[in-house]
């Protein structure tokens, strides 16, 4: 499982031109579910992402996690897009639907997060607060 996080000031997620979620200061999580991942690493990701230390103290450093801050998770298969061979991805380690979504809604409850639409054409806007953009791996 990876999870690309974006330390955001603002997020917020279309479909078909309508909004379907959006949060103010938090992180922005694009989640790829590769084939054969289960639920405890869906468990792992989701608690090293709750304690991820990414946002400032009172001293300027990064050494807070979360807190009350908002969660959007959208899921992106698109994450095990593999580029190694000529110019267009092979999409042959991201999970089907059927295998992913499961563990999608499972991080995004864990995390308490707001969602995406799964499987959706989504419109994804955002401002990265720093730019503060780490890839987390299970």
Known sequence: MRALVQRVTRASVEVEGELVSEIGPGMLVLLGVRKGDSEAQAEKVAS???????????????????????ILCISQFTLYGDTRKGNRPSWIEAAGGEE???????VCERLGAKKGVFG??????????GPVTLLVET
Do not use: H, S, T, W
């Not at 230390?53 to 807070?64: A, K, L, V």
């Not at 992913?100 to 499972?106: G, I, K, Q, S, V």
């Not at 959706?120 to 607060?129: R, S």
């Open 100 to 106: 992913a979504e499961p563990l999608y809604d499972m």
């Open 120 to 129: 959706a054409d989504m419109k994804v806007d955002l401002v990265n607060d």
């Open 48 to 70: 090293k992402l709750l304690k991820l230390r990414i946002f400032e103290d009172d001293e300027g450093r990064m050494n807070e996690p979360l807190g009350d801050r908002e």
